[in-house]
């Protein structure tokens, strides 16, 4: 079902003050660097040298009112959900039937991390594709990761708390009577979430992981490595590549859990600071062969780190990782699987688990695997180019598996 003819909301389109942004370059012009011998190569972090020469970018290069009406060619939304700020992005669908699609970011992405799939997702025909797969594209931010401001009176805040609020938006807020959900990384479980508690009012969910509803609870959900054996026995690929997840996401995790308003306070002071901590998720995460900029251009990952700051919404993005511990998922039903609506899945090679080698052993180790018994999935797809940011990465990639998720599921 689509939206009311005329969209109930009016349009509020992004604008960040003048002293907001004359406060981020006098900050950065204030920058001390750390002592950082013998890390060019990053196998310390994120190397004071390279971070230097995106410091000076973003002080005298970079250009946020070029980025934010970029922004702004997109309908922008803030309203109030459950007493909740929340700002999202439309992009109305063209085509005879289009059906409302909810995409949902992860950390560190922003709602911007989905831009190069928005305009094929609500106009196929525009780039070579069937109208008739039109959807009606919402793009909210997280509350907390960014606009409409910094999020108070919502301490708790987790990702299934976060698909309650998904859902009031486009059922009472938006008037949808069915949609469509899809989402990665932290928004890969909130639509999972959906597709669990709410999946008679969903067409469906696509998602770019599989991780279960429960993978943060547990007295030890700060162990990315959750007690997974690593001993001498071990083929030495599947040694080494254990060792290569958990150095991608071991500190990502044990700090975001156990100590994230300690770093928060570094964070919302320093925008060099911020800057180094997005950047070195961006670097390990993204496919990009050592050369980060082959995927994000300093602009791109600007306009980003702009977000988190001018909103000061890193302390906030942070806490969903021990909220989702501290209060923990618990299930809505007990019917199998645990999430009913169809499920569509898209894997890339650059996060295979150990002992899987190429896009095609991922999906059969998926299917055959007990993350597998969580979902009702009908289109399980994996790429050999991409990273973490798959709708950034390879949107092509992310944009067909998708639209088949949601072939023959539209009214």
């Not at 910094?150 to 059922?171: E, Q, R, S, Y």
């Not at 469906?204 to 001993?231: E, K, M, Q, V």
């Not at 975001?256 to 600071?273: C, E, K, N, Q, V």
Request: a negative charge; glycine letters at 8%.
């Amino acid at each position: 079902m689509t939206a009311p003819q005329a969209f109930p909301l009016k349009p509020a389109p992004i604008r960040v003050p003048d002293e907001v942004l004359d406060d981020l370059r006098a900050r950065l012009a204030w920058t001390r660097a750390p002592v950082d011998e013998g890390n060019e190569d990053w196998s310390y972090g994120v190397p004071a040298g390279y971070l230097r020469e995106l410091i000076a970018h973003w002080r005298d290069g970079y250009d946020w009112r070029k980025a934010e009406a970029a922004l702004n060619v997109h309908e922008h939304y803030q309203v109030s959900v459950a007493g909740v700020p929340v700002h999202f992005l439309r992009e109305p669908g063209r085509g005879p039937r289009p059906i409302p699609l909810i995409l949902t970011h992860g950390w560190p992405w922003t709602f911007w991390h989905w831009s190069k799939v928005i305009g094929p997702l609500a106009d196929p025909a525009a780039f070579g594709g069937d109208p008739a797969d039109a959807f009606d594209v919402i793009v909210p931010s997280l509350p907390g990761f960014g606009f409409p401001g910094p999020l108070t009176g919502f301490p708790d805040v987790n990702f299934w708390k976060v698909a309650d609020l998904w859902h009031i938006l486009m059922t009472e807020t938006l008037g949808y009577e069915k949609y469509a959900a899809g989402g990665c990384d932290i928004g890969g479980i909130v639509t999972s979430q959906l597709g669990h508690k709410y999946a008679d009012e969903l067409y469906g969910i696509h998602i770019g992981s599989g991780l279960p509803l429960d993978f943060f609870t547990g007295p030890r959900a700060w162990d990315f490595a959750r007690n997974r054996p690593l001993t001498d026995d071990q083929p030495a690929d599947v040694r080494a590549r254990i060792a290569e997840l958990d150095r991608r996401s071991a500190s990502h995790l044990a700090v975001h859990m156990l100590d994230g308003a300690t770093l928060a306070h570094a964070l919302s002071d320093s925008p060099a600071g911020l800057l180094a901590w997005l950047l070195e998720r961006w670097h390990a995460w993204s496919d990009n062969g050592g050369d980060v900029e082959s995927v994000f251009t300093k602009d791109d990952m600007l306009t980003h780190a702009t977000i988190y700051w001018v909103n000061n919404s890193i302390a906030t993005s942070m806490r969903y990782y021990a909220n989702a511990n501290r209060h923990p998922w618990s299930p809505a039903h007990d019917r199998t699987p645990v999430v009913q609506a169809p499920v569509g899945l898209t894997f890339v090679r650059y996060e295979n688990p150990p002992g899987v080698h190429t896009a095609e052993e991922r999906v059969r180790a998926f299917e055959t695997g007990p993350q597998a018994r969580w979902f009702n999935h009908v289109n399980v797809n994996a790429h050999e180019h991409g990273g973490h940011f798959i709708p950034w990465e390879n949107p092509d990639a992310w944009v067909g598996d998708l639209r088949r998720t949601f072939r023959g599921r539209r009214p």
